[in-house]
């Protein structure tokens, strides 16, 4: 069973256009991580947003993480091919059997094509 | 260097043969993170050591896998008598303090394993 579900898996849009991933859960999470992933790389932290109704900006990019801390949004506008790459969310536990460690969505694969 | 070095970038291997996998975490940094990575897929967690002690091997798929800190720094991740599931890109991460909740993690590049 998968803690974290993703969606959608595949995104694939030209150049300009907006769009939002979406990552949710039946657990509340301490924190939620987004990453980006290019092919070869290892993740990279894009953001981490630890308040229920928490809304962070990083320049095209907007996250949110529900007021619940269940689960949280991205979303792109005007995306760029450079944007191209694999998102992961990732909730954290700052107690319990899960405590320390992150868990990871399954990943939403984005395609922008110029 | 800066970042997370992992070592061989690319292991191939004869199943049943033993493997063994190196990371060198960012100097200072207390936490130490491997996770397994299917292709096209989010990395599942394997183990967490702060400083030497492995606190959580919750995720190790079976007794073939085994890592080790020995003197809190370099980690060396083995897995014994290789099959073809193992095959997978196994991502090394390390974080200044303990745990990941809260903190950003860096993540190597990963060595890709493929079992024949």
């Not at chain 1, 801390?69 to 899960?98: E, M, N, V, W």
């Not at chain 2, 720094?73 to 990941?100: F, M, N, W």
């Amino acid at each position: 069973t998968q803690l974290l579900e993703q969606s959608p898996q595949f995104l694939s849009i030209q150049e300009g256009e907006n769009l939002t991933v979406y990552c949710n859960s039946s657990s509340v999470f301490s924190s939620l991580q987004w990453y980006r992933q290019e092919p070869g790389e290892g993740p990279v932290l894009l953001v981490t947003v630890v308040t229920g109704g928490e809304v962070k900006k990083l320049k095209r990019l907007t996250f949110q993480f529900g007021d619940a801390r269940k689960d949280s949004s991205l979303h792109i506008t005007a995306a760029q091919p450079g944007d191209t790459g694999l998102y992961l969310c990732a909730g954290g536990f700052l107690r319990g059997t899960s405590y320390g460690k992150l868990t990871f969505g399954q990943g939403t694969i984005l395609t922008v094509h110029p | 260097g800066a970042g997370v070095s992992q070592s061989p970038r690319y292991k191939v291997a004869k199943r049943g043969q033993d493997v063994a996998l190196r990371c060198d975490p960012i100097s200072g940094h207390v936490s130490l993170f491997w996770y397994q990575q299917a292709l096209g897929q989010g990395p599942e967690f394997l183990t967490y050591f702060q400083n030497e002690a492995q606190l959580d091997k919750s995720g190790l798929p079976s007794d073939r896998f085994f890592a080790e800190r020995p003197e809190g720094s370099v980690s060396t991740l083995k897995i014994q008598r290789t099959q073809q599931e193992d095959s997978a890109v196994y991502l090394c991460a390390s974080s200044p303090r303990g745990g990941a909740t809260l903190e950003k993690l860096f993540f190597g590049s990963g060595t890709q394993l493929s079992v024949l």
